[in-house]
């Protein structure tokens, strides 16, 4: 393996078909073009601004902090953006992206469906034809977000190949990627996939932890002592981590899934368990994996978290110390997304309540001058439904 | 010179054209694959292509994720495929050439480090078994440096691609370090495509030659006699995968002979000297 552009240390890179270089070249030059057009960033900016609903809310969740008796607590609150997750700045970067691209379509995968939605809401707000790729298992688990895309003009398309989730939608995107290549835009979710991709998502994203730092430095006059945020491919944590990747005070944790056991296949514990560097999707990063190097399909109670691999830059935090990466299972998952519901009249996404729920572990070893910052990446709206099958109700 | 090589360079001689065929090692199953890889030389084949199959082919289309997903569940891996090589060695010199994705080659002999590479160790062990390289649709000109500088030292080669949409410059470069044949991909997409038009790969090749001597197979959507035969025009070969593997998967391996027969009579009778 050797070291090119595009890479976080060893990790990243450019592993796809020959077909799909092209464009992926074209990507990098005009992303290059664009992230230094005031036009375009101030473009970006309008619609984060006035669509979507930046900044978001910095919420001293002062019921919660009490509940714990320690390091304060603040709520990141990305799931009051439009479409209800931090899904949506991406999508809107990306799509304004393909657009100066001149690309007509735009195509994307999706495992909860938060990013189809937000892929779709961007291609009607831009008025361009969406195809959203996903996973037979997925579709079934999250009806509602499948009638959200359609609603919106996408086209959703089912993929049964390999375990239909979230990992073969993804190839599958890849694929019709490679054969529409010439008029298609790849709006891919995460910071995943071959290089420009991670660059791109984690710097549309990466607004989310600036606000934090100004939020903080505006509330409580200094940084945070801790940043939180879940971890499936790596996105809302990449945009929370980012800008204090070179600020050693402030302790940042990644939460994956560690679904229902140790178990291969039990869970999602990519970084904080037993996944290894491999190639995925494009990228050489941590991924799970037999010993001969087959993919093991991942499991979570959260349809978004439910990833094999990561993305590349994570896998770089990790080894550099940057990043603490931890896990919590899905009934620790579901117990803090009870929590937040009780105490704060917020219901999280499955996927926050992972980073919700890491707070049982971490804030017993907190100060009462300390504060800790939760990156609240999605409301839980979508998973009400399976949350009641887990507790055993029925709606 | 290896086996590739030289069978290549016999062809050329005689202004034939080279009939790869690709089959997933393990599917439908070991045994029928070695028997399909042995049986197909005698019904004209003059390269066999063995699948490494992964869980997760990006560049292939439903038939070969089917095959792919059948042989790993049939437990076939890396290993397992130099295992068929050496069998195959038994009874034949044709030339064998791999083809999979990169992360089952890392993994080649794992020892529990987690940081591992084991692409090494896989060229000389697959060399030893008597393989004549390996082609891998996932690594591109550009990630292959170091992994071509190591097959380069073995005398095992490492395919390169171009495409219809491959740019003058990157084919400039990819034909400069090209190594045992280029793999031409007839048209964008995946493999297991139909009806295409071979006029486009037939014009690209012959931009690559003026860079370039080494042999020229296309491979993708290529079904049948006459596709076949027109996809071989501007090149010293083709490439069949997804009709021989679906034969194959549906028992019907009288068929998936008969059709490497037709091919190889079709070809011969279009192009000889």
């Known amino acids: 393996m050797i070291d090119v552009k595009g890479r976080f240390g060893a990790y990243g890179g450019q592993y796809v078909p020959e077909i799909v270089m092209p464009a992926l070249m074209e990507l990098e030059a005009a992303y290059d073009r664009f992230r230094a057009e005031p036009q375009f960033l101030s473009d970006f900016d309008f619609y984060l601004r006035n669509y979507a609903g930046r900044p978001t809310i910095f919420y001293a969740a002062d019921k919660l902090t009490k509940h714990y008796g320690r390091a304060k607590i603040f709520l990141k609150r990305e799931d009051l953006l439009h479409t209800g997750a931090h899904k949506i700045n991406n999508a809107l970067g990306q799509a304004l992206l393909a657009k100066r691209m001149g690309k007509t379509k735009i195509i994307a995968e999706t495992g909860a469906g938060q990013h189809g939605v937000a892929s779709a809401t961007a291609a009607a707000l831009f008025d361009m034809k969406c195809t959203v790729f996903m996973g037979v298992e ?98 809302n944590a990449a945009g929370t981590f980012y800008d204090f990747r070179d600020e050693p005070s402030v302790k940042k944790i990644g939460v994956e899934a560690g679904g229902r056991s140790d178990g291969i296949g039990d869970n999602a514990k990519t970084l904080s368990g037993t996944g290894r560097p491999g190639v995925l999707h494009g990228a050489y990063s941590y991924v799970l994996q037999t010993e001969v190097g087959q993919i093991i399909e991942a499991y979570s109670i959260s349809a978004g978290l439910d990833y094999p691999g990561v993305g590349p830059e994570h896998s770089f935090f990790k080894d550099a110390g940057v990043v603490k990466y931890v896990a919590v299972t899905d009934q620790e998952a579901l117990d803090g997304f009870k929590r937040l519901s009780r105490i704060e009249g917020i219901i999280p996404a499955m996927e926050s309540a992972h980073a919700i729920a890491y707070l049982e572990k971490l804030m017993p070893s907190t100060m009462p001058d300390e504060v800790v910052v939760v990156c609240l990446s999605g409301r839980g709206d979508k998973d009400v439904q399976m949350a009641a099958r887990a507790m055993g109700v029925e709606i | ?157 490492l395919v390169e691609f171009i495409t219809p949409i491959t740019t003058v410059e990157r084919m400039r470069e990819t034909c400069s370090e090209a190594d045992g044949f280029i793999y031409c991909v007839s048209n964008t997409g995946v493999t297991g495509v139909k009806k295409l038009d071979f006029g486009v790969i037939n014009r690209v090749a012959r931009a690559a030659r003026q860079f370039t001597s080494i042999p020229m197979a296309v491979g993708f959507g290529i079904g049948d006699a006459e596709s076949a035969v027109a996809a071989a025009v501007e090149t010293d070969g083709v490439i069949v995968g997804s009709a021989v593997v679906r034969r194959l998967l549906d028992g019907k391996f009288d068929e998936a002979m008969a059709l490497i027969r037709s091919m190889r009579a079709a070809l011969d009778q279009n192009y000889h000297r």
């Not at chain 2, 050329?12 to 997933?24: E, M, P, Q, V």
């Not at chain 2, 997760?56 to 994720?65: C, R, T």
């Open chain 1, 138 to 235: 997925d579709i079934e688990r999250q009806k509602l977000n499948v009638f959200r895309m359609k609603l919106l003009g996408a086209e959703v398309k089912p993929v049964s190949s390999g375990t239909g989730t979230l990992k073969d939608a993804t190839s599958e995107a890849i694929r019709h990627w490679a054969t529409h290549v010439t008029d298609t835009y790849y709006l891919i979710g995460s910071v995943v996939g071959p290089h420009p991709y991670p660059t791109l998502v984690r710097d549309f994203q990466k607004c989310i932890g600036e606000e934090i730092r100004a939020d903080s430095l505006g509330t409580f006059g200094r940084l945070p002592d801790y940043v939180v945020a879940c971890v499936g491919g790596g996105s």
């Open chain 2, 1 to 157: 010179m290896t086996r590739l090589e030289k069978k290549l360079s016999a062809l050329r001689a005689d202004g034939r054209k080279g009939l790869f065929i690709y089959i997933t090692a393990g599917a439908p199953d070991v045994e029928t694959s070695v028997r399909a890889m042995l049986e197909a030389e005698r019904a004209g084949a003059d390269v066999i292509e063995l699948g490494i199959p992964f869980s997760d082919p990006l560049a292939d289309g439903p038939v070969i994720q089917e095959s792919s997903s059948l042989a790993v569940r049939n437990g076939m891996t890396t290993g397992g495929v130099l295992e068929l090589v050496r069998r195959i060695r038994r009874e034949s010199e044709m030339p064998l050439v791999a083809m999979g994705y990169i992360n089952n080659l890392l993994s080649y002999g794992f020892d529990g480090q987690k940081v591992y590479d084991g692409y090494e160790k896989f060229v000389v062990d697959a060399k030893a078994a008597g393989l004549d390289g390996v082609i891998l649709p996932d690594v591109p000109h550009e990630e292959a440096g170091s992994m071509r500088a190591i097959s380069r030292r073995n005398e095992f080669h």
